[in-house]
């Protein structure tokens, strides 16, 4: 073979991690909030599910009230904060099941990966894909159930509700769908299918829901102190979960299994 | 595009145009690339890569200097795919070193990255997006700053012709339209070596042919490139070095010219006769430096010789001689296909622990 001359320039550019991260994460959720059935499906869980509850549970609940038994209704309709969020929220598996799996499949992971993106700038990037658009059907969801409350009972009415306890529910939602996305992600990032992908994590999904919304109804019992360290220990969890998986996930497992 | 032409004609102009573009490539948006001191831009040694126990490939080593187009050929899971994701920095290899474009692929994949192009025969675009959208997320990726995206990304949409089409979803682009986008995209940081895997696959022969085009043109920009192919005859057109890959391992590597002269001194000579002739076969026979004499019917007899031009001749007059009336005399030189059946049924018949040639 000739050599040919060549001129050599060592300038090459390489993003930072946080603007790759950010980058790929923006064009997931944009991409994830465009996709016509899924924005369908959340939008009627988002809005459908917390009109359904105040018009029947709520409706029910608040006619049979007795007198001193406004505190016991108050906690029992705050509990529909972490319920109603959590619902839209469990689409952040989907949405993260496809972000590796299903980008695999379609042949679109690898330019990606090939790119100098960093490990933990894609892995993020792809958690927080599946993030966003999952908090913003959840914000719906808890927007849509707050004043169909103010339309049904009126201002007074949304006073029942204990504020530590709404508020420590609230913030649960991000918490929870941050792990789903991290919880899904981990095994999109593992197995060769979306299909797969969102089975397994549903196997994940599903109990944690349920251990969740359990703890839900035992949260007013541990008081403020107990609501803000369950907090703080859910958040931990996230941050661990999130650093571990994004330290050890490497690429090459991605392409290892193709 | 140039259609219509006789398949030679044909050929030579669209080695015009490419060559017109490729000038025009090289005024627009020629990049310049990273080559060792040496000018090697890819140097491989023992590159070797386990899938638990499936060796994909074994202690591949190799040379590419800046500008020069290296062919990987081989069937399906010769371990092309696996080498070239290895060299592009996606793949660590489990043993060996490889430098690509001055990076270490072990020490530094993020720099190779940075310095290479992938184009795989999917193009892997993000469907639901938009072409300019879609650049400036890769260009983003890569960290091209504002400006220099929005010019590079105007360059090759002109480049690539694709400037009618920037409204549309890529979901609605044709294959040869989306090969054209993932060949962009690995163009945007202007790197010193492109892997281009499969890049014609499944293409339509006017859309494989573009992208031909595309590869000379890059070449004659000083490109360095590492073709896979199943196709004998793009390697053989556009190839410097033509690897041949079985079971992991270079079998064979050289000029394509090269390897067709190693591969056989003999040139199968065919002589078509008028009329059966009964002492045709003993008189070729008794011909000096004549093997394989055969008449694979009354009316057509055939020999291999490693000097036509010597033999042939004297093959004639004796034949003459003898009473023959020749109607035509033709010589085949082995082709490239020749030469890599000859060396994949050789390596299939060798085992497995058999050591590569390179």
């Known amino acids: ?258 | 595009m140039i259609s219509g032409f006789t398949p030679w004609v044909d050929y030579r102009c669209w080695m015009v145009v490419a060559r017109i573009k490729a000038l025009q490539y090289s005024q627009d948006v020629c990049c310049r690339g990273q080559a060792g001191r040496d000018g090697r831009v890819i140097e491989a040694t023992g590159l070797t890569r386990r899938f638990g126990d499936f060796l994909a490939v074994d202690g591949v080593s190799l040379r590419v200097p800046a500008g020069a187009i290296l062919a990987l050929l081989g069937p399906n899971g010769a371990g092309k795919t696996t080498t070239v994701r290895m060299l592009a920095g996606l793949l660590a290899p489990t043993a060996g070193a490889a430098t690509v474009a001055g990076c270490a692929v072990v020490g530094d994949p993020a720099g190779v990255r940075a310095r290479v192009g992938l184009v795989t025969d999917q193009p892997g675009l993000y469907e639901q997006m938009r072409l300019p959208a879609y650049l400036q997320f890769y260009g983003g990726l890569y960290g091209l700053d504002p400006a220099t995206r929005t010019r590079r990304i105007a360059e090759l949409i002109t480049f690539f012709e694709l400037a009618e089409h920037q409204r549309s979803k890529l979901a609605g682009f044709s294959k040869g339209m989306k090969q054209k986008v993932a060949l962009a995209r690995a163009l945007l940081h202007e790197p010193a070596v492109l892997f281009l895997d499969e890049p014609t696959s499944g293409l339509d022969p006017l859309g494989a042919r573009a992208v031909r085009d595309l590869i000379v043109s890059l070449k004659a920009a000083n490109r360095t490139i590492v073709l896979c192919t199943h196709d004998l005859d793009e390697a053989e057109r556009l190839a410097d070095t033509v690897a041949i890959m079985h079971r992991g391992r270079i079998v064979a590597a050289d000029t394509p010219a090269a390897l067709r002269d190693a591969a056989t001194t003999d040139t199968l000579v065919e002589i078509t006769l008028a009329a059966p002739t009964p002492d045709a076969v003993s008189v070729l026979a008794d011909l000096p430096d004549v093997a394989r004499v055969a008449d694979r019917s009354p009316l057509r007899l055939s020999y291999q010789t490693a000097q036509p031009e010597v033999t042939n001749p004297l093959a004639i007059a004796r034949l003459v001689a003898a009473g023959a009336a020749i109607v035509a005399v033709t010589c085949t030189t082995r082709t490239l296909e020749d030469v890599y059946a000859a060396y994949l049924t050789e390596e299939a018949a060798l085992p497995a622990s058999h050591g590569a040639r390179t």
């Not at chain 1, 950010?22 to 809005?47: N, P, V």
């Not at chain 1, 007198?67 to 016991?72: I, K, L, R, V, W």
């Not at chain 1, 927080?128 to 409350?149: K, S």
């Not at chain 1, 008081?223 to 661990?240: E, K």
């Open chain 1, 1 to 258: 073979m000739v050599l040919m001359p060549h001129d050599i320039s060592p300038k090459v550019a390489q993003p930072s991690t946080w603007q790759a991260l950010w980058l790929i994460a923006r064009r997931g959720a944009i991409e994830s909030l465009r996709d016509r059935m899924t924005l369908i499906i959340s939008l009627l869980f988002a809005i459908g599910g917390p009109v359904m509850v105040v018009q029947t549970v709520v409706r029910f609940q608040t006619a049979v009230i007795g007198p001193g038994e406004e505190a016991a209704v108050g906690r029992s309709l705050a509990i529909f904060f972490l319920i109603l969020g959590l619902a839209p929220t469990t689409g952040a598996v989907g949405i993260a099941s496809g972000q590796f799996a299903g980008e695999k499949e379609a042949g679109s992971l690898t330019p990606l990966l090939a790119s100098p993106a960093s490990n933990v700038a894609i892995f993020g990037g792809k958690i927080l894909a599946a993030v966003i658009p999952a908090l913003l059907y959840a914000a719906v969801a808890e927007l849509t159930f707050l004043l169909n409350l103010v339309w049904m009972l009126g201002w007074d009415g949304v006073a029942f509700l204990p504020r530590a306890l709404s508020l420590t529910l609230l913030a649960l939602v991000p918490v929870i769908a941050i792990f789903f996305s991290a919880v899904a992600s981990i095994v999109s990032s593992r197995v060769r299918t979306f299909n797969t992908a969102q089975q397994i994590s549903g196997l994940v999904v599903a109990p944690v829901s349920a251990l969740v919304i359990l703890l839900a109804f035992n949260l007013a019992r541990l008081g403020v102190r107990g609501m803000v360290l369950v907090l703080l220990a859910c958040i931990a969890v996230d941050l661990i979960v999130v650093i571990v998986a994004a330290r050890t996930w490497r690429r090459e497992e991605v392409l290892a299994g193709n």
